[in-house]
């Protein structure tokens, strides 16, 4: 390869100013750390949300009624015909809640959160899981007995580090008597459950909340359904959706009176929220990069300016205008490379420091593919810009070049 | 690089007939040079001499093809090579012509060795080849023992023996020196002058411009040029030793014959 003889040539030239060199690749390093560092955050924020995602479970479906909880069509009736294991084998549990917003108090400790009414299997049907004392029975269920199961934050806010277990809270003027106390969820606030309270389902439709009836049964906020192994959860949930237009009777013309929202779905938005966040930022790194281009353009036109004695010289000993091109071209080359690699390298010393750093949750993942990109970037930038001193380079004229001071 | 390849022997190796030089500037017609005709062969060391401003540069950078003449002809070896194109002429340059200037015209912090290898890599000549080559040539003017200084290590006398060591490393027909001591002591002056009696004594054509006597006395024939044309051309009261069989005349002619035809247009 011709032009590769090139390369030595052009290294030597910038070896020979090192501070400029430096300077003029601070754009393409920055750039080129700024790009990889974004992406990685996107990238690694898009695993740990879809993670997070993934720990809601993603076989799991939940029915709510059109226009929220209250006043909906939902109700125990649908509940209880999806929850039949000889129509339905499809789901492997069915369990209504009912929630409404409360404040419990304990002694002087008072905490606003939601109280949700559950079944005793509602944790086959969700994600919750106890760190303390056990979950709400099926006796308790069936009497409507006054207990509750804390959320992880609400125990610590009502009790601090005392043991709730078998202790006493207040919600809207009524005793419950703790039996258990669930995990953190540990997802971030958005998916977080930890400032729940579970109760029996009829003390909440009832005693708490007085839930209305629709067609003679009582409503319900939602139904959560997992679906059994072996089963698809589109079909499933295609299931649900036919089950419960035939039960509400529900014409060919007729809206959905109800929604199924299911975990996958929210991966799916996850995706491509995180995709148009990578485009978003990897094109603002773009943009940096192009400002250490111009960098590379402005310094490489004052080097030809500088050097033009020695492009006059260079045209006296026989050079072509091809190789007074190509000399300019790959300094450029090089330059853009060598700010490339150093970025790089950057960018893997910024995102060590940021997964590192604590409170930051985001382990931040630089994949080869942007690298790979990035150099690419980085090369093109180089040429583009370093087209126009070349050019301007070949365009002297030998002797007014080897006079030039 | 073989000399006289192809080409006629006799041929001289520089043929330049009736050029001339005129700069347009704005409404002003500068005529640098007025019709120039002047042969060189094989084995001359000629001195153009001439005041400020007289041409001699304009004519040095005709002969090196790094200008173009206004009108006239040019043929190295009994080539026509004034109307090439860019490509051929840089090749021509690179095979046929050495150059030497006034400031050396070095490259900053590079060593002795890589600048002489600087024509070689224009011929596609690199590795261990160019190496050699360059370290011969770099002997050859006396540096044998300086192929690694840099210009800054080197004083201005060895920085202009790199240079003639960069102009002869392609072995071409021709140096073409401008005022090759115009930066330099007496002394210092004196050692390149000698260096340039040596090579010519190796068969090396030479030309020297200059405006001074004492180094246009060297040279075995002097051209003395003034307003852009030859007015006088004389070979030196004490020629330079004889030298080869391919000088054909030159220096066995006697003193102060009148000079081989200046036409002034
Ligand atoms: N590029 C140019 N543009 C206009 N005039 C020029 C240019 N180069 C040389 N000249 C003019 O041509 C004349 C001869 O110049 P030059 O060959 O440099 O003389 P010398 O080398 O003998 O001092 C001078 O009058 C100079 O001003
Ligand atoms: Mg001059």
């Known amino acids: 390869m011709r032009m590769l003889r090139y390369f030595p040539l052009a290294l030597g030239n910038i070896n020979v100013n090192k501070t400029r060199s430096l300077l003029t690749m601070l754009g393409i390093i920055i750039g080129v750390a700024a790009v990889l560092t974004t992406l990685g955050i996107a990238s690694g924020a898009a695993s740990s949300i879809t993670s997070e995602i993934e720990a809601q479970g993603t076989n799991l479906l939940e029915v709510s009624p059109t226009g929220g909880g209250q006043g909906g069509t939902l109700t125990m009736a649908d509940a209880r015909i999806l929850g039949d294991r000889d129509d339905f084998p499809q789901f492997a549990g069915v369990a209504p809640t009912y929630s409404g917003n409360a404040t419990l108090v304990r002694g002087a400790n008072d905490a606003g959160g939601q109280v949700r009414g559950v079944t005793a299997d509602f944790p086959s049907v969700s994600t919750v899981e106890i760190a303390d004392g056990r979950f709400l029975n099926a006796v308790e269920e069936t009497n409507s007995a006054r207990v509750v199961v804390l959320g992880h934050d609400l125990a610590g806010d009502l009790f601090g580090s005392e043991n709730p277990i078998g202790q006493e809270v207040r919600i809207a003027g009524d005793l419950f008597t703790v039996v258990g106390v669930l995990e953190a969820s540990g997802g971030s606030a958005f998916f977080s459950d930890d400032t729940t309270a579970y109760v029996p389902l009829g003390v909440a439709q009832t005693r708490l909340f007085a839930a209305p009836r629709y067609r003679g049964e009582l409503t319900v906020s939602s139904i959560s359904i997992k679906v059994a192994d072996g089963y698809a959860l589109e079909q499933a949930e295609q299931d649900v959706e036919v089950a419960l237009r035939l039960l509400h009777g529900l014409g060919l013309d007729d809206d959905n009176d109800f929604s199924i929202f299911n975990q996958a779905s929210l991966l799916d938005l996850a995706g491509s929220v995180s995709t148009t966040l990578s485009a978003l930022l990897g094109g603002i790194g773009a943009i940096s990069l192009i400002v250490g281009g111009i960098g590379i353009m402005n310094i490489m036109l004052v080097t030809v300016t500088e050097r033009t004695n020695e492009i006059g010289l260079r045209r006296a000993l026989g050079a072509h205008d091809r190789d007074i091109l190509v000399q300019f071209l790959a300094e450029a080359l090089v330059l853009c490379i060598i700010g490339g690699l150093l970025g790089i390298g950057l960018s893997y010393g910024v995102a060590a420091l940021l997964t590192a750093l604590p409170g930051f949750s985001i382990a931040v993942t630089i994949d080869a593919a942007s690298v790979v990109m990035a150099l690419g970037v980085a090369s093109a930038a180089a040429i583009i810009f370093g087209l126009y001193p070349a050019i301007r380079a070949t365009r002297l004229d030998p002797v007014e070049a080897l006079r030039y001071e | ?265």
Not at chain 2, 73 to 98: C, F, P
Not at chain 2, 179 to 207: M, N, R, W, Y
């Open chain 2, 1 to 265: 690089m073989e000399s006289n390849n192809g080409q006629n022997g006799d041929a001289p190796v520089i043929a330049i007939d009736g050029v001339t030089k005129t700069y347009q500037m704005g409404e002003v017609a500068v005529h640098a040079l007025r019709g120039v005709s002047l042969d060189i062969h094989s084995g001359e060391y000629v001195a153009i001499i001439g005041a400020s401003g007289s041409g001699k540069s304009t004519l040095m950078n005709i002969i090196g093809l790094l200008d173009r003449p206004t009108s006239g002809t040019y043929a190295i070896r009994g080539q026509e090579v004034g109307q090439l194109g860019k490509s051929e002429q840089a090749d021509i340059r690179n095979r046929e012509i050495g150059f030497v200037f006034q400031r050396f015209n070095l490259l900053p912090r590079t060593s002795a060795q890589a600048q002489v290898e600087l024509p070689l890599f224009y011929a596609g000549i690199t590795g261990t080849k160019a190496r050699r080559r360059a370290v011969d040539a770099l002997t050859r003017v006396g540096l044998g023992e300086r192929i690694d200084h840099r210009p800054d290590q080197l004083s201005g006398g060895q920085q202009q023996r790199v240079a003639i060591a960069r102009a002869l490393v392609t072995q071409p027909s021709l140096l073409l020196a401008d005022e090759p001591t115009g930066a330099l002591d007496s002394k210092t002056t004196a050692e390149i002058l000698d260096l340039f009696d040596e090579l010519h004594a190796q068969g090396l054509t030479l030309v020297v411009v200059t405006h001074e006597h004492s180094v246009a006395e060297r040279a075995g024939r002097v051209i003395t040029v003034s307003d852009g044309a030859i007015v006088g051309d004389a070979l030196a009261a004490q020629p330079t030793p004889a030298v080869t069989a391919t000088n054909g005349f030159g220096s066995v002619l006697p003193t102060l014959s009148p000079a081989r035809t200046a036409v002034a247009q």
